[in-house]
């Protein structure tokens, strides 16, 4: 049940739709949530178009989802607006394959992201189906990854190299890492609501638990492979006054730098998730790192 009008269009066949004919600004009713979620379960991102949203806006729609975090656990906010994360190519770009803030406890369960500066090419956001990932891995390789655990940090080289960083780039590492977190999650997670596997790794999963650095490099490169195969991912190719939500329990994206150093600027609300559980039915741990300032369990 939705809006008459609205329309679903495919944006791939494993991940990504379009809503055409919906408004985000409106006061959403209970039928036009539940349609949104259905669609982004089975989808996984959702991209609208020619959107007039600004920030309370934003952050009155991805309220429709759930409670709301705080922009970051480290980085601060847009002033005057403590649920919104500037998403600031002047800031650091982040063209690394994750999944939005893993190293906590309990992450996201959907990120909203809004368009506000749009370079005239290129940076374009990828998103990537975890659930279609886990599904392509051969039948052996499902079994032993539904039985590993992984520690993500948000202490390690999540841009650049430290030697190749200048002394404002050093001053965003710092604050970055000026809490530090470590949490053990499950490789694979069981999505709480469609119960579909997702590989949950990224780049803030720095290790296997119980095993060695290498040995843990090896296998999560393998396994990110998968997540990252063009089948399974989608091209959003950013445009001015546009949204997009994705669901980030099953998800994994990446900021293409490729725009020559122009100006791009999107803004981030990100709506606070559960603690994941795993296929045996242990949910994750906490080793370092207390996020309560941050968010809350839904």
């Known amino acids: 049940m939705t809006t008459i009008g609205t329309d679903v269009r495919k944006l791939t066949g494993r991940i990504g739709a379009e809503i055409v004919g919906f408004d985000p600004a409106g006061d959403l009713d209970a039928a036009q949530v539940a349609f949104l979620t259905d669609a982004l379960h089975e989808h996984k991102a959702l991209v609208f178009r020619n959107v007039r949203l600004d920030d309370e806006g934003q952050q009155r729609f991805a309220a429709h989802f759930g409670e709301l975090t705080k922009a970051h656990p480290t980085v601060p906010a847009v002033e005057g607006a403590p649920a919104i994360l500037p998403v600031d190519s002047e800031r650091g770009r982040a063209n690394h394959w994750h999944t939005d803030v893993t190293f906590v406890l309990n992450p996201p369960k ?18 990537a189906n975890a659930a279609a990932a886990y599904r392509d891995l051969p039948e052996p ?65 720095q290790r296997i638990e119980g095993l060695s650095v290498g040995e843990s490099r090896d296998l999560l490169r393998l396994l990110q492979s998968y997540v990252t195969r063009p089948e399974n991912v989608v091209r959003v190719a950013w445009e001015p006054d546009q949204l997009v939500l994705f669901d980030n329990r099953i998800t994994q994206h990446y900021a293409i730098d490729n725009y020559d150093g122009l100006p791009r600027r999107l803004n981030r609300v990100t709506v606070a998730g559960d603690v994941p559980v795993g296929v045996d039915g242990r949910s994750s741990e906490s080793l370092e790192g207390d996020a309560s300032h941050y968010t809350p369990v839904a």
């Open 141 to 205: 390789l499902r079994a032993f990854a539904d039985t590993l655990r992984a520690v993500h940090t948000n202490d390690y080289d999540y841009v650049q190299p430290p030697e190749t960083v200048d002394e404002q780039e050093r001053e965003r590492r710092a604050q970055f890492v000026s809490r530090k977190y470590r949490t053990v999650h499950p490789v694979v997670r069981v999505h709480p609501v469609t119960g579909e596997r997702g590989l949950f790794v990224g780049g803030f999963a």
């Open 110 to 127: 959907a990120s909203t992201l809004r368009s506000l500066v749009v370079p005239p090419y290129g940076g374009e956001t990828l998103i």
